[in-house]
């Protein structure tokens, strides 16, 4: 596609509940990556994919907090029996993924979840 | 560990004014750095990056950011703001192959007035 798609663009759920967010990365590129940015935080690195392989998984914040890459394509971040303090904008990026730090990463509009 | 700092949450300016935001960066090696812009509701813009080399260099919509590594700086300049720059503003750090993820400011809130 033209640019890193992610849905749905608003997730409101109630505490406890497993959600799911859906990152499409553009086309071609191999290397994935989740952030999550909360109010006044900046953002924070989540986990890191190479292909379908995530070499770097050191921001997922607790074992509530899963994702898997298929296909070298399409992500899904999952985050089970939410907490209040899981609602952030969670924000997808993909870059070719040849160059290591020089690879730009190009990010999605995120997707805003509200847990009540 | 890599780190940054944006010291100033928001920053008002006159539209037609200078602007400049700070970033402070914390890396034992030559880091890569990057500074992202997001408008309300969207996703990071890139506006430009240093690698190596020139230690100014220049980016879209007519900013510009100098390297400066004796005071562990990467400050973003614009000579003259326009009111769609209104924005916020990320400065992001990369480290080197075996850490791809980029480490993030908390941001700078930019305020155009007429």
């Known amino acids: 596609g033209a640019g890193v798609s992610q849905s749905p663009s608003n997730k409101v759920t109630e505490k406890g509940k497993d959600v799911e967010l859906r990152c499409d990365p553009i086309?071609?590129?191999?290397?994935l990556y989740w952030y999550r940015q909360s109010l006044g935080q900046g953002l924070e690195f989540l986990i890191y994919f190479q292909g379908n392989s995530a070499p770097d998984k050191s921001g997922l914040p607790s074992d509530r907090f899963s994702a898997e890459r298929t296909g070298g394509s399409v992500s899904t971040l999952t985050i089970q029996r939410t907490q209040q303090e899981d609602s952030a904008v969670y924000l997808c990026?993909?870059?070719?993924?040849?160059?290591?730090?020089?690879?730009?990463?190009?990010f999605g509009a995120g997707t805003r979840l509200s847990v009540l | 560990a890599q780190s940054v700092t944006q010291p100033d949450i928001h920053i008002t300016v006159s539209e037609g004014a200078s602007l400049e935001l700070r970033c402070n960066y914390s890396?034992?090696?030559?880091?890569?750095l990057f500074w992202y812009v997001q408008s309300p509701g969207q996703g990071l813009q890139l506006l430009l990056k240093?690698?190596?080399?020139?230690?100014l260099v220049q980016g879209i919509k007519g900013f510009e950011a100098e390297f400066k590594r004796s005071q562990s700086s990467f400050n973003l300049r614009k000579p003259s703001v326009h009111w769609s720059d209104a924005a916020e503003y990320f400065c992001?750090?990369?480290?080197?192959?075996?850490?791809?993820?980029?480490?993030f400011g908390t941001g700078t809130r930019l305020t155009i007035i007429p």
């Open positions: 240093y690698f190596s080399g020139d230690t």
């Open positions: 086309s071609g590129h191999t290397a």
């Open positions: 990026a993909s870059s070719l993924g040849l160059a290591g730090p020089r690879d730009i990463q190009y």
């Open positions: 992001a750090v990369g480290a080197g192959f075996g850490n791809e993820k980029l480490t």
């Open positions: 890396y034992g090696a030559t880091p890569y």
